[in-house]
């Protein structure tokens, strides 16, 4: 049992550049997330979905689109990268709402923007 | 504002008790989770209190006082693998976590 994947796990990008980050996850889950974590703060939600086909804004949802087109993935993407999201971004799902329930986190994304 | 505070770093012995505390100032309450981080990994799932008291589970257990804002997770008979950030998290009135920035706990042998 898998849990929740992320691909890639590094990747490097010049300002401007475009990426995708991928998080797939076998549990049947309905709710995912995508997050940022950054030295000396807290987690941060930047989208979120309750559902296939469902998005949502978190708090800093700026400078990032997000797409559920099935219920198992849950992809990011970045149009033009800006040094301001060289960051670590996770991947989450849980079966309900996260203020109840817990999360099953990937393995985390390790994003540079030069 | 919402607001979490831990402490950033902890150092305690190998075999000792130590207890990491976390306050909250947010909107409403619906739970507070604890959860663990090894260095380069995924948080883990610790435990989850949304009633006063204290929740043990094994080696690790955590306390909840609604009415002061606070709670504490306690570590004891501490191992070398004990060393990991441990997160804090809030769930507010709309059910959204807030999360704390972590406390980093070295364990020294």
């Known amino acids: 049992n898998a849990g929740v994947t992320q691909t890639p796990k590094f990747r490097v990008l010049k300002t401007g550049q475009s990426m995708t980050l991928l998080c797939a996850q076998d549990?049947?889950?309905?709710?995912m997330y995508w997050y940022r974590q950054d030295p000396g703060m807290g987690l941060r939600l930047i989208h979120y979905?309750?559902?296939?086909?469902?998005?949502a804004k978190g708090e800093v949802p700026d400078g990032y689109n997000v797409s559920r087109l099935k219920k198992q993935n849950f992809l990011l993407g970045l149009e033009s990268a800006a040094p301001s999201q060289t960051s670590v971004y996770f991947c989450?799902?849980?079966?309900?709402?996260?203020?109840?329930?817990?999360?099953?986190f990937g393995a985390g994304s390790r994003l540079t923007v030069l | 504002g919402q607001n979490i505070d831990q402490p950033t770093e902890m150092t305690a012995t190998e075999g000792a008790i130590v207890q990491i505390n976390c306050t909250y100032q947010?909107?409403?309450?619906?739970?507070l989770f604890w959860y663990q981080q090894h260095a380069g990994e995924a948080p883990t799932f610790l435990s989850y209190?949304?009633l006063d008291g204290l929740e043990e589970k094994g080696r690790f257990s955590s306390f909840l006082s609604r009415s002061k804002g606070y709670s504490y997770l306690l570590l004891k008979e501490l191992q070398m693998k004990d060393s990991a950030s441990y997160l804090c998290?809030?769930?507010?009135?709309?059910?959204?976590?807030?999360w704390g920035a972590g406390t980093k706990l070295i364990i020294k042998p």
């Open positions: 979905s309750v559902g296939e086909g469902t998005t």
């Open positions: 209190n949304v």
């Open positions: 549990m049947n889950h309905e709710y």
């Open positions: 947010t909107s409403g309450f619906n739970g």
């Open positions: 998290a809030v769930s507010d009135s709309n059910y959204q976590l807030i």
């Open positions: 989450a799902s849980s079966q309900e709402g996260s203020g109840a329930n817990v999360l099953t």
